[in-house]
């Protein structure tokens, strides 16, 4: 029976910096008819990314912040439940942006795209096969590019895009060094994901690790975390070396913008680039990726970690969860 | 004759940050006589250029530093007046690396170039027609490709470099904003190098001004400061934008690495680019633009201006003359 309400975890005040689960709370709420072209999705799992720190927060972004009072945008998967769309039926499974809620009700251009890898189980779509996978593909192949034989470095090494990135880059012939926090983590790195070092950021002996780690420089630095491991990259940075913002993970808020040494010289003197990334400018190589991490993962020559919270009431803290770097994997939230 | 001596001015201590007059001391030596392929440039007009401050300082850097006691690496323009090498014959005019001397001992490696335009003044090949006019062309045609109709903005744009930079743009449909020090500079830029804004960045209004001057936004930024001046276009770049550093000329010292707010997060919310960039990385392009800024000072497109110091012994003190910013045009010592 096609359900008439929907739970759903609103933006309740305007975080600043990182946002915490006072910041949300949540509500049922009657679901409309159906109009033309519309399509009702239950949520199967809602994911829990960093992007969304950028999201709510008031300065400008590359996208509208979520207005307070409104669903919390978020990535999803969940089966077609009701269509008023000849291009989805019911039973099809799709991921998109349909908002941490247990249905919703959604215009076509909010579905990414139809989960077709039956095989593999769906909440991939939301960390190796969604936007983490392609952001680490994209990262690595539309902005790095990193040359066989080189070095390359990822922050939060171990996390849903990190742990990615090191795969794909040893792919291409790689050195690769993965940063993470604690030892575990950065144990995790080497044993898990196949890095050739891993490096705990927490460690008094860090920049002498890393030094260690990268005896010919840093060609290629894809960066989650800007801050002090940010820093001690940079000081590593070789002729020519490109480094890829996709994140500030170690940044607990920008208001005002923190200071850190200046970047010009290194740049300067080794003619380095350093360059922000939204995976999502490339959408257009979205399937392409998708297909080929996706037989990656099939054949086990690309291995994911998953953390899964439960019911729609655990979504509220999981972004703060993500900045502490309590989870072990990339972070979902399994709907009840 | 040929003369059997040189004067020459020789690095006598190593400064640390920017070499002051005391730093160099004049010295006349005897020349050995040419070897096969070598050749002897009578200098008439050596160079002082922003880049020389990285030549001598200690800290790793593009170049191996020169050394304590030898003479000071340096461009310089002047005739052959004797040669042992077929491809060089006396009475031609040579620019390229022969130190700051009066009379230089040169392997043909040293020679940049023939200056060709006998209709010119030969000091052209120290600026317009030299590395200041090839960096701005480089540094604009290869890396920041600004697209028409955007806004260039550069630093020290009354400047060798910055003015060129300013009047290449134009000439790409850029509208142009030149930063400079002084409410006379920032004229200039606008009356004497067609710039569509000058700024004054000691103004105590800088920022207002710089924010009036690019409504839209910064897309292309050409950096010859680092700086507060740079802090201030960061915040004004635009989506796509691209951030050429060239020079960190407001920076008294890199030794230790001063701070300054972090770029990570306006280069990720707008997807902007940060490189560093050698003009020399593209000496493939060096005729081509040589030629091509030749014809526009011939017909008068592209204006300059040259700030000359007379003898050999005006030399140590003019790296710190840039620095300074007193000086009103490229900086030229001409040989007495």
């Not at 090494?157 to 575990?184: D, E, F, W």
């Not at 989650?224 to 001690?232: C, E, Q, Y």
């Not at 399937?287 to 509220?316: C, D, K, M, Q």
């Amino acid at each position: 029976m096609v359900p008439t309400s929907t739970r759903q975890v609103v933006l309740a005040s305007r975080p600043v910096g990182i946002p915490q689960a006072e910041h949300f709370e949540l509500r049922n709420s009657r679901l409309p008819s159906l109009q033309d072209g519309q399509i009702l999705v239950r949520n199967s799992y809602l994911s829990a990314d960093p992007a969304m720190r950028g999201w709510v927060n008031e300065s400008a972004n590359y996208s509208e912040p979520v207005p307070v009072g409104a669903v919390m945008r978020a990535l999803a998967v969940g089966e077609v439940i009701d269509s008023r769309n000849p291009n989805y039926r019911r039973g099809e499974l799709v991921t998109g942006l349909f908002g941490w809620q247990d249905v919703a009700l959604v215009e076509p251009a909010a579905i990414w795209r139809k989960v077709t890898e039956a095989d593999l189980p769906p909440s991939l779509s939301l960390g190796v096969l969604g936007l983490p996978g392609f952001t680490a593909w994209a990262g690595l192949h539309r902005i790095l590019r990193p040359r066989t034989g080189g070095t390359l470095v990822v922050s939060t090494a171990a996390g849903a895009v990190g742990s990615t990135v090191g795969q794909l880059a040893a792919r291409l012939g790689c050195r690769t060094v993965g940063i993470a926090g604690g030892p575990a983590k950065a144990a995790a790195c080497v044993e898990e994901f196949g890095f050739d070092v891993g490096l705990d950021y927490r460690s008094t002996r860090f920049e002498d690790d890393l030094r260690a780690a990268t005896p010919d420089g840093v060609d290629a630095y894809f960066d989650n975390t800007s801050g002090p491991i940010t820093d001690a990259v940079t000081r590593r940075l070789a002729p020519r070396a490109a480094v890829l913002v996709c994140g500030t993970a170690s940044i607990q808020s920008w208001d005002p913008v923190p200071t850190g040494p200046r970047v010009e010289r290194a740049l300067l003197t080794k003619r380095a680039r350093m360059e922000g990334f939204l995976a999502l400018d490339h959408f257009d190589a979205f399937e392409e990726a998708i297909s080929e991490l996706a037989s990656l993962v099939r054949t086990g020559a690309l291995a994911y970690r998953e953390h899964t919270l439960h019911g729609l009431e655990s979504a509220p803290g999981s972004i703060a969860m993500l900045y502490s770097g309590e989870n072990t994997g990339k972070l979902v939230i399994q709907v009840e």
